[in-house]
T-cell receptor, first 115, second 114 residues
Framework: GENVEQHPSTLSVQEGDSAVIKCTYSDSASNYFPWYKQELGKRPQLIID?????GEKKDQRIAVTLNKTAKHFSLHITETQPEDSAVYFCAASSNYGGATNKLIFGTGTLLAVQP | DSGVTQTPKHLITATGQRVTLRCSPR?????VYWYQQSLDQGLQFLIQYYNGEERAKGNILERFSAQQFPDLHSELNLSSLELGDSALYFCASSESSGGNQPQHFGDGTRLSIL
C-alpha cells in the first residue's frame, strides 16, 4: 500500500547550521510532494512543495530535492534560526487520474535549533 | 490565517456519544479533506469531498461519516465514541480534486473523550 517513511524522527542543530530531513515513498505513481511545518498546538503549514517533473525547488533558506528513480525526496534548511524549531512533515500524493490528491504523510521530524 | 475555518476548537465528551465537527473551506476551494492526528498514528487521511461528492476514502472507521453541503462547508460526524478517538481532527481545502493543488489546513478541532 501507500507508505511514506521519514528520517530522522528528531534532529538537533546549532543556530546557523543546516538541517536535512529525508523521506522515501512507496507508490511509484506519486507525483506531488509537499512539506508542512507544525508548531506545537498549531495547524500544519505548507512551506514548500515539488512536483515530479522538477528535480529541485528553492525558496529562500528552504529547498527540496526529488529523486524519482530512488523514490526519495529531501528538505534542506540552511542558516537555521530558533524560529525554525517545529515538527516537519513530508507527504506524497498521486492524483489518481485527477480524482483526488489525498496526502500520505510521513511520521514527522522534530527539529530543535539551539541558539 | 489559512482561510479554512473549523469549529469547535475543543470538544470534550464521553464514550458512546456522538459529535459533529464543522469545516468551512477557503473561498473558491471546492475540495475538503479530513485528517486525524494522534500521537500513535500521526497524520492520517480520512475522507475527501469535492463539490458535494465523496472522492476518496482513507482509514475512516464505519462509526465516522462526513458530508459536504451545497455551500461547500463540510461536517465530520463521529459516533459511538471510544477513548481511542481522542485526537486532533484537521480539515484542509484545495481548489480542485486532482491536479496536485496545495492543501491548506484549518486550526483543527481537539476532541477529548473521557
Amino acid at each position: 500500500g501507500e507508505n511514506v517513511e521519514q528520517h530522522p524522527s528528531t534532529l538537533s542543530v546549532q543556530e546557523g547550521d543546516s538541517a536535512v530531513i529525508k523521506c522515501t515513498y512507496s507508490d511509484s505513481a506519486s507525483n506531488y510532494f509537499p512539506w508542512y511545518k507544525q508548531e506545537l498546538g498549531k495547524r500544519p503549514q505548507l512551506i514548500i512543495d515539488i512536483r515530479s517533473n522538477v528535480g529541485e525547488k528553492k525558496d529562500q533558506r528552504i529547498a527540496v530535492t526529488l529523486n524519482k528513480t530512488a523514490k526519495h525526496f529531501s528538505l534542506h534548511i540552511t542558516e537555521t534560526q530558533p524560529e525554525d524549531s517545529a515538527v516537519y512533515f513530508c507527504a506524497a500524493s498521486s492524483n489518481y487520474g485527477g480524482a483526488t490528491n489525498k496526502l500520505i504523510f510521513g511520521t514527522g521530524t522534530l527539529l530543535a535549533v539551539q541558539p | 490565517d489559512s482561510g479554512v475555518t473549523q469549529t469547535p476548537k475543543h470538544l470534550i465528551t464521553a464514550t458512546g456519544q456522538r459529535v459533529t465537527l464543522r469545516c468551512s473551506p477557503r473561498s473558491g476551494d471546492l475540495s475538503v479533506y479530513w485528517y486525524q492526528q494522534s500521537l500513535d498514528q500521526g497524520l492520517q487521511f480520512l475522507i475527501q469531498y469535492y463539490n458535494g461528492e465523496e472522492r476518496a476514502k482513507g482509514n475512516i472507521l464505519e462509526r465516522f461519516s462526513a458530508q459536504q453541503f451545497p455551500d461547500l462547508h463540510s461536517e465530520l460526524n463521529l459516533s459511538s465514541l471510544e477513548l481511542g478517538d481522542s485526537a486532533l481532527y484537521f480539515c484542509a481545502s484545495s481548489e480542485s480534486s486532482g491536479g496536485n493543488q496545495p492543501q491548506h489546513f484549518g486550526d483543527g478541532t481537539r476532541l477529548s473523550i473521557l
